[in-house]
């Protein structure tokens, strides 16, 4: 039987990446143009086409502007993840700013979910050993596991010597890293973003079937928004932050839908965290149907 991979997306705008953040400084976000609730509503449609349940890891400042688009996902049966509040790296905050940060966005994602949130994904994967308090701190807000490690080499974020398999952090939090395919001696990144618009598909379709067979477990695979938005504004920002931004974007929503054909999709806590912790227990009710938040349930 085919293992079911966990397929995630982080939902910011396209002024809101790290690559943008010389031209749309977080002052000036309200003054340009969203594309978000379009692009998120087409990843609705092509999950839907499939039958596919994702995890969303939202922005706090999508989720407080769009609560709408947050309660859409949660009753198409999506799970609902936090992706921080001002998408700041957190390897940039001090553990005061980090937990503000945090408890904001979470505060107004669960609102506009009905929902506790469960899953924590930091911007630009920037939970390292330099930040090890952030962990500390996820559990204290009550979240259950940490999807922030992509062990790659990366000139901005990743630790290449980093666990590649989910692992325990603390009793009640376990970290999820992204999906890399171990070949002659590195970390191949075949976790989606810019490396599956970037490089050759065979080259992440291999990765992720090699997780599969050989290591017996899913891969999580990740993808935002603005990454199937072609038409998106284009922004004056160095050559670097231009090709990271938006090299190939017209071949991402193909790609996409190539990997939705040939593998199997859930969420992200029902197919890596869940099993993780207690193989013969199903989710809580509410992860697993829309229900009223409860902040002092398991969730």
């Not at 009905?114 to 996820?138: D, E, K, M, Q, T």
């Not at 067979?213 to 004056?236: C, F, K, M, N, V």
Request: hydrophobic share 35%.
């Amino acid at each position: 039987m085919p293992i079911t991979n966990a397929l995630s997306v982080d939902v910011e705008d396209y002024f809101q990446t790290e690559a943008m953040a010389a031209a749309a400084p977080r002052n000036s976000w309200g003054s340009f143009p969203s594309h978000v609730e379009a692009n998120t509503r087409s990843l609705f449609e092509l999950f839907a086409k499939y039958d596919i349940r994702a995890t969303f890891f939202f922005l706090g400042w999508v989720a407080e502007r769009y609560p709408r688009l947050v309660s859409e996902a949660r009753q198409l049966g999506h799970e609902i993840g936090c992706h921080s509040y001002w998408h700041r790296p957190v390897f940039h905050l001090s553990p005061t700013e980090f937990r503000e940060d945090t408890s904001r966005a979470k505060q107004v994602i669960e609102d506009a979910a009905g929902v506790a949130v469960a899953g924590y994904r930091a911007p630009c994967f920037s939970i390292n050993s330099s930040v090890g308090w952030a962990h500390g701190i996820l559990e204290e807000l009550g979240f259950q596991y940490d999807s922030s490690s992509n062990p790659v080499r990366h000139a901005f974020y990743g630790d290449h010597r980093g666990h590649r398999r989910p692992f325990p952090v603390s009793e009640g939090l376990h970290e999820l890293p992204i999906a890399t395919w171990r070949i002659l001696g590195q970390n191949l990144p075949v976790g989606g973003g810019a490396y599956l618009r970037i490089m050759p598909y065979w080259l992440v379709k291999s990765g992720l079937s090699s997780i599969n067979r050989t290591e017996s477990r899913p891969g999580i695979l990740y993808l935002h928004p603005w990454e199937i938005d072609e038409a998106q504004p284009r922004l004056e920002v160095s050559l670097i932050s231009r090709a990271r931004q938006y090299t190939r974007l017209s071949q991402m929503k193909e790609k996409l839908e190539r990997l939705l054909r040939q593998f199997k999709f859930g969420t992200v806590y029902e197919t890596v965290y869940l099993p993780l912790v207690n193989k013969n227990n199903r989710a809580p009710d509410c992860l697993a149907t829309p229900a009223p938040l409860r902040r002092s349930s398991a969730c």
